[in-house]
């Protein structure tokens, strides 16, 4: 049993080695390949998003900047901001100077042109109960936050809006110096003041255009608004989870951080510094958790150009997210191999215990031959296979060993009595009809009646060689045995057994054998 046992984990091991190098190989090379194209196609699906995103902030300015031109060179802003009937004439006519016109101006706004007004104010009360209702319903269908109108003075005239902020807002007094400071041919149609904190989550600029009379600047508008329509229209496109970031020079995002598809939702990646570097710098592309160990998310990025401004544009998705069909893809190969090694190992279990039980019966019944016990039965000669072939071999061994011992158990002739020459002369006839009834294939009735040599009985409905049966065993041999219906017997079964059968050869000689004892008593 230990021979068999390690006989039969050789074969296992060695089945199982040569079948999961391949099985490994193969399918190591598929997930790889595999999660080549996923990671690519996780890379084109942020680059597209990111895409989606830049035509979207894009066509957003450009609208606004559309409507802003358009509102300077329509005849609302062009018959409010006149040089001699609009608000320029009507503003220098509130106040004695600058500081009580604006003290006037302020009044008249943050009361909305109310009726109880000086009669020096009257014009300026006409003009804002004319305009100011069209301004804010253009405001309202733009979706502007207010809008603003400067002299050639920079002197605040009008707004939808009045705030103490609006006469101290440096950065809308810089962008109307810049307009009236420009010659006109090198003047340009718009331009916008950098964005800046307005509150805690919203960013807000100025557009600005000159209102022109004959090629003459008659006044300034100055329409404000900020980033949080375009924060709601980049909701409907975003993806839960994901990180969007529209930075500007200043490293400030006009975006608040992360624009949420839900309340509830929590930011858990943050747009990485290298991102944002090669992005104002005019590059594009993706940065991979593959290129940065640390980095805990997919990144793409891109610049976003608007007039002279550039902005970068940075969209992030969390590794987990973006690589899903990779690591569902790495699961299903390592559960495709553990199913394969687990089938290969009973596969395996299988093949060694078919090989190696045939083997160790052979081998058994080859020792117990060595032992001196010729009569243990050869099993497996029914196969075709090498197995099959070593059981006939040893099978024609065990016949070849039991006529040897018999044969030189017993001494010749002329040197023995005649009493110990009849037992030799019984164990010859004895061997040889085990041979010839061996050879016939054990039918002993076929072979009486087939041969015609022994008597067939009938005994309580079954059929009976007592005849034959007693010239095959030693102690039922007759005193004096019909040697001539043994040796015919032999004849009979060696002209209906073929010359490459086993038994022929043992057959064969058993003949001689008799035939020589006959010669040699005669």
Not at 172 to 181: F, G, K, P, R, S
Not at 238 to 254: E, F, M, T, V
């Amino acid at each position: 049993m230990g021979y068999s046992t390690r006989l039969q984990r050789r074969f296992m091991w060695w089945f199982f080695s040569l079948s999961i190098i391949p099985v490994v190989i193969l399918t190591g090379y598929f997930t790889w390949s595999q999660s080549q194209l996923l990671i690519t196609q996780a890379h084109q699906q942020l680059e597209n998003e990111r895409d989606r995103y830049y035509f979207t902030i894009k066509e957003y300015f450009h609208d606004q900047v559309r409507a802003v031109v358009n509102l300077a060179d329509s005849d609302l802003a062009i018959s409010s901001g006149g040089r001699f009937y609009g608000f320029p004439n009507a503003f220098a006519q509130l106040g004695e100077d600058t500081s009580q016109a604006h003290r006037q101006l302020m009044q008249i706004l943050q009361q909305n042109a109310g009726t109880h007004l000086k009669t020096n104010n009257q014009n300026y009360h006409r003009l804002y109960r004319q305009f100011n209702r069209q301004y804010q319903s253009w405001m309202a269908r733009y979706e502007f936050n207010n809008v603003a109108m400067f002299d050639r003075s920079q002197h605040l005239v009008f707004a939808v809006k009045a705030t103490p902020q609006l006469l101290a807002d440096t950065r809308l007094h810089q962008a109307v110096t810049q307009l009236l400071d420009a010659p006109p041919e090198q003047r340009p149609k718009w331009v916008r003041t950098h964005f800046a904190p307005q509150g805690s989550r919203t960013m807000q600029a100025w557009y600005l255009a000159p209102i022109l009379k004959r090629g003459q600047i008659q006044s300034i508008l100055a329409v404000s608004t900020t980033t949080d329509n375009l924060s709601a229209m980049l909701r409907q496109l975003q993806r839960p989870h994901s990180g969007l970031w529209l930075i500007d020079q200043s490293h400030q995002s006009l975006l608040s951080g992360w624009v949420p598809r839900s309340s509830h939702a929590k930011l858990a990646v943050s747009p990485p510094q290298a991102a944002i570097i090669k992005s104002l710098e005019g590059q594009q592309g993706v940065l991979s958790p593959n290129d940065y160990a640390l980095m805990p998310q997919l990144t793409a990025y891109r610049p976003v150009s608007i007039g002279n401004t550039s902005w970068a544009l940075i969209t992030c998705t969390p590794k987990q997210s973006a690589y899903q069909p990779l690591y569902r893809l790495y699961s299903i190969s390592v559960t495709l191999v553990i199913a394969l090694i687990v089938l290969l190992l009973f596969i395996g279990h299988w093949l060694s215990h078919r090989l190696a039980l045939p083997m160790l019966q052979l081998t058994w019944c080859a020792e117990q031959f060595a032992a001196g016990e010729l009569d243990y039965p050869v099993t497996h000669r029914q196969r075709q296979d090498e197995i099959g072939r070593l059981a006939t071999a040893l099978s024609h061994l065990q016949h070849r060993l039991k006529t040897t011992c018999f044969s030189t158990s017993f001494p010749s002739t002329s040197e023995h009595t005649p009493a110990m020459q009849s037992d030799s002369l019984h164990h010859s006839l004895v061997i040889a009809m085990n041979l010839a009834l061996e050879a016939w294939g054990g039918d002993k009735v076929g072979l009486a009646e087939q041969s015609g040599l022994w008597r067939v009985y009938s005994d309580k409905g079954s059929l009976q060689t007592r005849t034959l049966d007693k010239y095959l065993h030693l102690e039922t041999v007759p005193k004096t045995p019909r040697w001539r219906n043994v040796v015919r017997s032999i004849d009979f079964v060696l002209q209906h057994t073929d010359r490459q059968s086993p038994y022929y050869q043992p057959l064969k000689q058993a003949q001689q054998e008799i035939q020589h004892w006959i010669t040699d008593r005669r």
